[in-house]
């Protein structure tokens, strides 16, 4: 007899405000790429994302498993909970699970730690034999081949211009300060076989498709044995990448050619101070211009990471960013508040220091509040300079000031600026709370801990 499924990639209310308004959003490949694993002939799968679908509460399942992110966590505690009064039994995974376990194991029966090649398949086997155990971590990190693609015809479709998603690497090879890859994949880089790849590129219906890789031009032989490959299958797609590797002709007309529509680059800050602060001393606030230019030559949109928050920056970092991102013809940015992430460096640092302002992990989303005291600015004049920024970056104005610089693919540029302009609906500063939410108690602790082996 089949067990029922449920798969849920979350959303809480206030991140899907904010991203609903915004009509160019990526979407997730997570879910339906667990969904692959999944054999139909044990389980009937029913696979939600919170972004355009509601939960179905009212509905049983023998398992719900959840993919959980930092702001997210309290947020599938609570959808935890309600499963779990109702019978279900509940498997937590993902970023957050893995940086924290000790936290998750209290708000659910099951967790998955770390890459799930090889956990998420044999935690399957042995639910669907009454064997499952509490904690499941892969021994060592997971060989990226014979991979299943992802299910997303289980995935109602939302507008996004890039339909779907593929990675193709796993890790980045260097040690940004704000950021947890290190502590999520270890410390290497890996890559999938060639074939693979290209054969699950053929295979999408979408004409546009993002990587998700964190730095796809990280392993240059790779990334340009893909693009040879993907000159034959006339897709459009996008990439994350580090702008040192972009100082290289050869890759980007490699890029041009096989359909690289943008490529966005973490530059973070225009502030060689910030990029100290950052730990990214592989970016040169000095070789901007000519990199960018070079992008821009290849007829490559360049979608810009931005940050603001670091210790270097004070109440004038967001007129000078402004003033750079027109200068150099930045096309897109996608701008964020410094986020001290769980076992990030940041996090210790501010922490050690008594800067962080709570402990609620819905605060860290690094869009719609601080969680943290700033060194040269109030939190207040972090979140208003930051809202601030946006609605002036991507007003009419500053897209003709940045598009005269760039001339690179009008109809692509502005849609994707149209996309963050309508998101831009400015809310208030709010205080941070000095405690956590509330969590929902772990009333279901002691079958937990049963559970386990």
């Not at 693979?196 to 790779?222: Q, S, Y």
């Not at 040192?244 to 966005?264: H, I, N, P, T, V």
Request: net charge positive.
């Amino acid at each position: 007899m089949k067990k029922k499924i449920l798969l849920i990639q979350p959303e809480n209310a206030e991140i899907n405000r904010f991203r609903r308004k915004q009509f160019n959003n990526f979407v997730q490949i997570t879910m339906p790429y667990l969904a692959a694993f999944i054999d139909e002939a044990l389980y009937e799968i029913t696979l939600v994302d919170e972004y355009n679908e509601k939960i179905p509460f009212d509905r049983f399942f023998d398992l719900v498993a959840i993919t959980v992110n930092t702001p997210n966590a309290y947020h599938c505690y609570k959808i935890s909970r309600i499963f779990r009064e109702r019978g279900a039994r509940v498997a937590l995974g993902g970023p957050h699970v893995t940086l924290m376990p000790d936290e998750a194991r209290a708000y659910c029966d099951h967790i998955l730690v770390g890459e799930g090649e090889e956990t998420w398949p044999r935690f399957l086997r042995d639910f669907y034999n009454g064997r499952a155990g509490g904690v499941y971590a892969p021994v060592s990190p997971p060989a990226l081949k014979d991979l299943p693609p992802p299910r997303w015809e289980l995935l109602r479709r939302r507008f996004s211009v890039m339909k779907s998603a593929v990675f193709s690497t796993r890790g980045c090879p260097y040690h940004c300060r704000y950021c947890n890859l290190k502590q999520i994949y270890g410390d290497g880089f890996r890559t999938r076989p060639d074939d693979e790849v290209l054969r699950e590129i053929g295979g999408l219906k979408a004409k546009h498709f993002v990587f998700w890789d964190d730095n796809f031009f990280a392993d240059k032989r790779h990334a340009l044995a893909l693009m040879s490959g993907l000159k034959k299958l006339k897709k459009r797609w996008a990439a994350q990448v580090t702008l040192a590797d972009c100082d290289d002709d050869g890759l980007l007309e490699a890029a041009r050619d096989a359909g690289c529509l943008y490529l966005f680059v973490g530059l973070e800050s225009f502030s060689d101070a910030s990029l100290n602060d950052a730990g990214k001393g592989v970016n040169r606030v000095g070789d901007y211009g000519r990199i960018i230019g070079m992008i821009h030559r290849h007829r490559i949109l360049v979608q810009a990471g931005v940050v603001f928050g670091f210790d270097s920056d004070g109440p004038d970092v967001f007129e000078k960013t402004l003033r750079a991102c027109e200068t150099l013809g930045i096309d897109g940015a996608t701008v964020s508040i410094l986020t001290p992430l769980p076992k990030t460096p940041v996090y210790a640092q501010l922490k050690a220091e008594g800067r962080l302002l709570t402990g609620d992990w819905s605060m860290y989303n690094g869009k719609t509040h601080v969680a943290f005291q700033p060194k040269n600015m109030t939190a207040r004049q972090l979140y208003e300079g930051y809202t601030d920024f946006r609605r002036r970056f991507y007003s009419l104005p500053s897209f003709l000031k940045r598009y005269r610089v760039s001339k690179t693919r009008l109809p692509y540029s502005f849609l994707m600026n149209l996309g963050y302009r309508l998101a831009i609906r400015g809310s208030a500063y709010e205080e941070a709370p000095a405690g956590k939410s509330t969590v929902p108690e772990p009333r279901c602790q002691q079958r937990t801990q049963k559970a386990e082996r």
